[in-house]
C-alpha cells in the first residue's frame, strides 16, 4: 500500500517518536546481548578470546552512540533514520562476521555463531520502519557477507563442510523470507491503522466543531452574536460569587423601534439592532458582558471594585449617547432612544436572577418617568 507524497509525509511523521523508541530499545537488548554472549566466547571462541571481546566492545560502543543520538538529537536521529538504522544492522552483522572471521576451525563459535546473523534479520524485519525494499536488501546483503566469509576467508567447501554452510545458508535466507513477509504483512497493517486513525480523528475534530458550534448557537443570538439570556445568567452567577468584585447590570429597552418595524419592515429593524449590538459593545470593556434578552432589549453586566461606582454612569451615558446617533435602516436614516435601568449588588446574598429583575424594574421607571414629563409640561 503506497501513499501520496504528503499522506506518505505525514505517515512517516506519525511514525517519528515510535522509530526513536524502539531504536533506543533495540539498542539496549542488542547490547546486553552482545554482552552476554561474550561469556560464550569462553568455550565457543577459546583461540580467538581476546578479538572476540574487543569486536564485542566496538560493536555495544558504537551501539551506545546510536542511542545517545536517538536521545539528544531526535529530529537528526528521524530525518537520517534509514540511514542510521542501515548502519546500525549492518555494524550488528559485521561483529558477528568478526568474530567468526578470527575463530579457528575448531571452534564451536566457527559454525554456530551465523546464528547471531539470523538474530539481527528478525530483529531487522520486526523492529525497524525501513520500507520493504531497504530491509530485505538489508538482510539479503548480511546473508550474502555470510557466504562470501564461509566461501572465502573460512574456505568451507575446501575443507568439505557443504553440509554445515548449506544448511546455515538455508536457515539464514529462510529466516529473511520469513522476516520479509511479516514485515510487508506489519507495514500493510500499519498504514491501515494510520488512515484508520487520520479517520477518526478527522471524525472527532467535525464531531467536536459541530459541538461547538452547538453550544455557541444555544448560547448566543444568532442575529447580533452577543451572548443570548441563557449564557448572560450563567456568567452573572459566576460573577456574583463569594470574592468576586460587585457587580452593575444596565437593563437597556430601546425607545421608537417598534414604528422602524412597521415603517420599513424587519429586515430593517434586524440591520438597526445590529448596529446597536456593537454600539454596545464599543462602549464597554472587554471584561464587561453583554447580551441580548430578545426583541429590543439588552443588558450589561459591569464588575465594579469597591470605589469605582461612577464607572457605571459614565458607561450609563456612553450608551445613551451612542445608541442615539443616526442608524442606518436599509437606506434609511433613523433615530431611537433608549432606557436603562441600573441595580447593583451590595453582597453576594443577591442571586442573578433577583439582581436581573431588579435592573429591569428601575428601567421601567425610567420609562415611566420619561413618559410623564412631557404630561406634566
Known sequence: MSFPPRLEEAYQADLSKEKGRVARHTSILCSLLYLAFGVLDIWAVPSALFEAWVIRIIVVGLTALIFVLTQSRPDFFVRHYQAITICEYLIWGAGIEAIML?????????????????????ALYSWTYLPPRIGCT???LLALSYIWLAVASQEMPTRGEWVLLT????????????????LL?????????????????????????????SDYI?????????????????????????????????????????????????????????????????????????????????????????????VVERVKEALLQSISQPLDANGHT????????????RDHSVTAE????????????????????????
Not at 106 to 114: K, T
Not at 189 to 211: G, V
Not at 239 to 259: H, S, T, Y
Request: glycine share 8%; charged share 25%; proline share 5%.
Open 167 to 182: 544448511t546455515n545458508c538455508f536457515f539464514l535466507i529462510s529466516a529473511n523470507l520469513i522476516g520479509l513477509f511479516s
Open 218 to 310: 444555544s448560547e448566543h443570538d444568532p442575529l447580533t452574536g452577543l451572548p443570548n439570556r441563557i449564557r448572560f445568567m450563567r456568567q452573572l452567577g459566576c460573577m456574583l460569587e463569594p470574592g468576586q468584585p460587585p457587580v452593575a447590570v444596565l437593563f437597556i429597552d430601546l425607545d421608537g423601534f417598534k414604528p422602524i418595524n412597521d415603517n420599513y419592515g424587519h429586515a430593517a429593524g434586524d440591520t438597526v439592532l445590529v448596529q446597536i449590538a456593537r454600539r454596545i459593545r464599543e462602549c464597554i470593556r472587554t471584561s464587561d458582558l453583554a447580551a441580548r434578552m430578545g426583541g429590543d432589549e439588552f443588558v450589561v453586566a459591569l464588575p465594579q471594585p469597591e470605589g469605582n461606582a461612577a
Open 102 to 122: 578470527f575463530s579457528h576451525p575448531g571452534d564451536l563459535g566457527w559454525g554456530a555463531y551465523y546464528a547471531g546473523l539470523i538474530l539481527v534479520s528478525m
Open 334 to 345: 433613523v433615530r431611537i432612544g433608549a432606557s436603562v435601568g441600573v441595580a447593583l449588588s
Open 138 to 140: 538489508v538482510g539479503f
Open 354 to 377: 433577583e439582581l436581573l429583575a431588579r435592573s429591569d424594574q428601575h428601567m421601567y421607571e425610567v420609562k415611566r418617568a420619561r413618559k410623564r414629563v412631557p404630561a406634566a409640561s
Open 185 to 213: 504483512i506489519r507495514e500493510r497493517f500499519s498504514r491501515q491503522a494510520f488512515l484508520l486513525k487520520n479517520a477518526l480523528h478527522r471524525d472527532l475534530k467535525i464531531e467536536e466543531e459541530a459541538r461547538r458550534q
